[in-house]
């Protein structure tokens, strides 16, 4: 039987990858920034703590465990993406950009290190760095189970999300910094891509929502079938694209159907329908492109200079 | 410990200065007459590079033989690294051939860099890291296996004796070092060809000598070296070939040697004498090929004769000759090199894209 090969050795392959993450934990910074991290996201914590249980005192006279145990998780998952939203295209929008601007990029061009190692090693290092955020800010997710009101799947499923939406922000980072060759154009092009794509599938996604409220309280049942699967559709292509629309849904048919893979949709007619939860088709559209984004830069970067 | 009774150390490294000097003419004249012209390690047929209107490189053709230690010189905006940067495939040229090692720029390019070190006009160096860290990161880059790399950076910086700062962080190495670190890391992978872009610009004179008795090590141990410089005595100093570059072309390219010949068709033979001057100018009249003498400014009241003369050395053996044979009293009697400086001006017009 073959033996799977050692994590360690294959980053220690990828003279870039070994470079970038040497030189992001060495020194006090990488201390610094994730202490930083921890105690913002345990500060706002604590703030939500206290909120909450003064709700929940002033409305029902006692403390709702399960509510506030909800609300604390959603509360620090939803300030992770807030971070990974910001962070990860800061740490990705410099990778190809400062080659240029460091006048290395020549250098490394003129070895035999292949692109696809090149972006691979700098796409890598940074998820490695904000996985281990990530990964650090666990044990205060896990602080909702004191309060219970929380399953295991959801810290999965807002692992994976997170993973996603950090993997695609990385790669578009890098693929501004490829083809600008500038990190301060690649920030500008990174954050107005990032949040068009947040702000612009949030609104769709409300939108396509009031719709189907005005609809349903309105009284207006005419719609068939086949609209209400366009209007289905639709919904769920942005809600699908938006990784807090995602959280949520996934959230709320983890609670209200018990099920984390997948939910049942009724059509006013009757009839059911079974669809993935938005987190599995959030995570593969995600996955998927920048799986191509990957290959673009790859591309970009192999085209020699006319 | 008391310094007192070693000897002044000034001198002592004056010394030393002078000996390798000494025995770097030595090492070039010995790679000048040790090469094959014929056995072309560079070549380029037809080379051309537009940007937009701008005719950056014209036609060129480069031929660099294997060993040779290559100057490649032009005023600014020649074409210079536009031609560097086709030959090491970071430039597509817009039409014309280029090899290096045997291998085409723009079909084998992952072969060419396997053949090639190449150094740019600027430092590259990454700040962030240690010595040994930035040899190790390249070496990796041309895929030496990991166990060979602590040797291989052992030798290296042994090399470009920077072996006592194997630890530091880069940024703190001076402007010389990390010149010295920068070739170092071109060497990494062993190239037959170093293409080295204004290595000497910007660095005080005792580094500019130490990277030039480094070029000349690095000749000694078989690579041929491809490098740009405006420095005219640098090229004059450590080059066996040199190609003068101007507006995009190429104005003369060769042995140093040859092209010196080319340019002064005579030699130029200064002598001084005690006194007899005339006497002596009637004997030399008489050797063929002296062309013609003329008198120079005397030295501390010796009479100086300027001689040009066209033939072999045994012509300069016999003038001497006809002195001694005369009595003449001869104080000094040498041959003028002629600077590279005016072959420069003779074959340049002075153009600049």
Sequence with gaps: MRRLPNPFRLIARNPVALKELRGRMRGPRAFIVLTGYLIVVAGFTVIIYLATTEASLSTTGEVDGGTVGRFLFNSVVAMELFLVTFITPAFTASAISGEHEHQTYDLLRTTLLPERSLVWGKLFSTLAYVMLLLLAAIPLQSIAFLFGGVDLPEIYIAFVTLFATTTLLGTLGVYFSATTRRTLKANIFTYVSTMGLVVITAMAVMVLVSIEVSRSFGGQNNITVAGEWVLLLLRGVFVCLNPLTTLLTSQDYLINQQSAFSFVYTFSDGSTVTLPSPWIVYSIAYMVLSALIFWRTVRVMSEIEE | ?353
């Excluded at chain 2, 920077?162 to 990494?188: F, I």
């Design chain 2, 1 to 353: 410990m008391s310094d007192l009774g070693t000897p002044p150390v000034e001198e002592e490294v004056f010394s030393a200065d002078e000996h390798v000097a000494a025995e770097n003419l030595a090492a070039v004249s010995a790679l000048r007459t040790e090469i094959d012209e014929t056995d072309l390690i560079i070549e380029t047929r037809g080379l051309n590079k537009r940007y937009g209107k701008l005719h950056a490189v014209k036609d060129l053709t480069l031929q660099v033989p294997k060993g040779a230690i290559y100057g490649f010189v032009g005023p600014n905006g020649a074409g210079k690294t536009s031609t560097m940067r086709m030959l090491t495939t970071l430039m597509r040229p817009t039409s014309g051939e280029a090899h290096i090692n045997g291998f085409s720029v723009t079909k084998d390019p992952r072969e060419v860099r396997r053949s090639i070190g190449y150094m740019p006009d600027f430092f590259g160096v990454y700040e962030d890291m240690k010595v040994w860290e930035y040899l190790d990161f390249f070496a990796a880059c041309y895929e030496i296996p990991e166990g060979q790399r602590p040797g291989l950076i052992r030798d290296l910086l042994e090399l470009v004796e920077l072996s006592h700062r194997r630890d530091d962080m880069v940024d703190k190495l001076s402007r010389g070092m990390k010149q010295r670190l920068c070739l170092a890391r071109t060497l990494a992978h062993d190239p037959a060809v170093l293409i080295l872009d204004e290595p000497a610009s910007g660095l005080d004179p005792r580094a500019r000598v130490e990277i030039r008795e480094l070029l000349i090590e690095l000749a000694k141990m078989g690579k041929t070296i491809f490098f740009s410089s405006h420095i005219l005595a640098d090229v004059s100093e450590i080059c066996t070939h040199i190609g003068i570059l101007e507006a995009g072309e190429m104005v003369m390219q060769g042995p140093i040697k040859e092209l010196r010949k080319q340019l002064s068709p005579h030699r130029t033979i200064v002598v001084t004498l005690l006194n007899r001057p005339d006497e002596a100018k009637q004997a030399l009249n008489l050797i063929a090929g002296v062309q013609n003498i003329h008198d120079l400014e005397p030295e501390d009241g010796k009479p100086r004769l300027k001689i040009e003369f066209t033939g072999e050395d045994t012509g300069i053996s016999e003038m001497l000759q006809a002195l001694m044979t005369k009595g003449i009293p001869v104080v000094n009697f040498a041959e003028e090199a002629s600077d590279l400086e005016d072959v420069f001006m003779k074959v340049t017009k002075g153009i600049v894209t």
